[in-house]
C-alpha cells in the first residue's frame, strides 16, 4: 500500500487521551522525637535609655535570675555591646509585658529595663581631726534586692589632712516599679598625686534609702580591688542581652535541613565532659550524618511516656514523614511508635518506626529484645539490636556507650538515603564504632529470624546484618524495603489520584477508564524505578451503591531482595571434572 504524501510543515494537535501519570518523587523525610535542653538562645541589642522598657522580640522568656536571688545564676545576662563587659543584674530588669492567651504557654511578652542609678554625687566637707591624708573625691551606688547598680556622679574634691571626712546630700533611689531598694553603698578615690591608686573604693554602706549625711567617714586608704565599684549602665547604654526562651513554637514539629539549625534550636550535641547534651541534637546528627536530607524534629517536654505521646501526637499531620524514631530506650514509648504508625497507616500516611532499647542504663540481653521484637510484631516496626553501641566524640576522641535508640536514628538516615527498594542488608553505618556485645553467629541468626534488625561488627565495619522488621517469617512484610515500596506506592496512586482526579467531573461511563489509566500510569513508573517487578489484572468500576466512588483493583509483584546464594557442586565421575551448580 502507497504511503500518502506528507506535505512539508508543522502540524499542531491535541491529544485527547492524557497521559496521567506519576511525577510524585520519593518521601525521604524522617521524623525525630525526643527530649533536648528545653530552650532556645537568643541575643538582642538594646538601647536603654532611662527606665523606659525595650521590648524583645521573641515570646515565653525564661527568667531565672529574675527569681533567684542567687548572682551566679546569670540568665538573662547583658553586657555592654562596645566592650562586652558582663554587666551586674542589680542594673537591669526583665519583666513580662503582656500574655496574649493566658490559657497558652510561651506566647508571653517581654522587656527589659534599665534600673535606676545615682545621677547626682554627695557632698564633701573637711570634718573632725584624725583621719585620713590626701585628696578625695566620692560616689555612690544604689543597692536594690537583685543588685547592685553602678556609681553615680563624683564629688567635688575635698582635701584633708589627718582628718575625718563628711558627706551631706547623699542620694537616694526614686521609686521604680518592681526595684525594691535595701541600701546604698559609698565609694571614696584618692587622687593618685597624694600616692593613691586613681580608683575609687568601699568604704562604708548606708542600710537604707532615706538618710543623707555621713559624719566622720575615715575609713584607712585601700588599694584592694575587691572592693572596687562595678561597671553600671548610664542611661543610653547599648546592650547586648542574652536570654533563654520556649515560645509557644518550641515543642511543635519543625522541619530542619542542617544540623546547624537543630543544635541552633535544641541545644550543643555533646556537654562540656564529652558527655551527651542534647538526646535530640546527637540523635539528628547521625541521622544527617548516615544521609538524611531532611528531619522533622519534635521534642518531648520530658522523657515521661505520656509527654512523648503527646510529642508524637504532633506528626499526625506531617504527610511526608517516611519514618519515626522516638530517641527513648522505654519500651512503652515504642509502644507508642508502634501505635502512631498503624494509626497514621489507617489515614492513608504509610510509614516505619524505628526504635532502639537503651542498654547503658543496665544490661538488656538477647532473650528480652527478642520478647520486645515479638510485642510489636508488626512490619511498620523495626526494633535495632543489640541494647548498646560504642561511639567516638570526635573532638574529644572519647570512647561512650549509647543506647540502640541513637543507632535507630543513624539507620533512619540510611533509609532515607536510600530508595525504598534498595535493602539495608549489608549497608554501613556511619559514626558508630562498634555493637558493645559480642555475639556468635548462630545467635545473630537467631537474633534477625526473631524479628530483630542486628548490627554487627565485620572486619572492623559496623554495618546492618539483615534489614528486617518485627514481622519476620514472610519476606512480605519481612524486609524492610519491600515494606517501604509497598507504603512508597500506596503513596504514590493516593496522590496521583488527588491531584489527577478527585473533583473532576466526567462522564459516569469514563470515570472508571480515566482512574484506571492514572494508576496504570503509576504502576509503570513503579517498574521503571525498580520499586516494583510488575502488575496486572488493572480493573475499575463506579461503586453501584455510589456513583461518586470508583474502586480499582491490581495485583503487584514485590521487588525482592537477594538475600541468600546457594551454591551446589558435583563430582563429575567419568572423567573427574568438577562441574558447579548455582541456584
Known sequence: MARAYANPGVSVREDVNPSLVSSIGTVSTIALVGTARGYEL????????????????????????????????????????????????????????????????GDENYTVERISQPTTAPTAAVGAATGPTGTYTYAVSFVNTRGETGIGSESTPVTVTNQKIDLSNIPTAPAQTGITWSARKIYRKKSVANGGDGLFHLVSTINDNVTTTLTGENAADSTSTSNNPITGLTSGAIVLATYQFTDENYYSSELFTDLSDVITKFGDVFAADGSISSQLSFAARLAFGNGASEIIA??????????????????????????????????????????????????????????????????????????????????????????????????????????????????????????PQIPLTRKPIGAISSPWESRSESEKQLDSSSGLLVVEDKGGVVRVRHGVTTAPGNPNTQEISVVRSKYEMARRLRET???????????????????QTVVTGVLDQLVVEQMISGYGAVSARTLPSDPTTVEVRFDYTPAYPVNRVEVVFKINTQDGTVGLEEG
Open 42 to 105: 537568643a541575643t538582642e541589642r538594646a538601647t536603654l535609655s532611662g527606665t523606659t522598657a525595650f521590648s524583645l522580640r521573641n515570646s515565653g522568656l525564661i527568667l531565672t535570675q529574675e527569681t533567684n536571688s542567687d548572682p551566679t545564676i546569670r540568665s538573662p545576662l547583658v553586657k555592654l555591646a562596645t566592650t562586652g563587659e558582663v554587666i551586674g543584674p542589680g542594673n537591669y530588669i526583665f519583666r513580662q509585658a503582656s500574655d496574649p492567651d493566658p490559657s497558652v504557654t
Open 497 to 515: 489520584l488527588d491531584r489527577s482526579v478527585i473533583g473532576i467531573v466526567a462522564p459516569l461511563d469514563q470515570t472508571p477508564l480515566i482512574v
Open 298 to 419: 519534635v521534642v518531648a517536654a520530658s522523657s515521661s511516656s505520656s509527654d512523648f505521646s503527646a510529642a508524637i501526637d504532633k506528626l499526625k499531620n506531617e504527610e511526608d514523614v517516611s519514618v519515626v524514631v522516638a530517641v527513648s530506650g522505654d519500651p512503652t514509648i515504642h509502644g507508642l511508635v508502634a501505635a502512631h504508625v498503624v494509626y497514621a497507616a489507617g489515614q492513608g500516611f504509610y510509614r516505619i518506626g524505628i526504635v532502639g532499647r537503651d542498654g547503658t542504663v543496665g544490661t538488656i540481653d538477647a532473650p528480652t529484645l527478642r520478647s520486645a521484637a515479638a510485642g510489636l510484631g508488626t512490619e511498620a516496626m523495626a526494633l535495632v539490636s543489640p541494647a548498646a553501641f560504642g561511639y567516638v566524640n570526635q573532638v574529644s576522641g572519647q570512647e561512650y556507650s549509647i543506647g540502640g535508640q541513637y543507632v535507630a536514628a543513624a539507620i533512619a538516615g540510611m533509609l532515607a538515603a536510600r530508595d
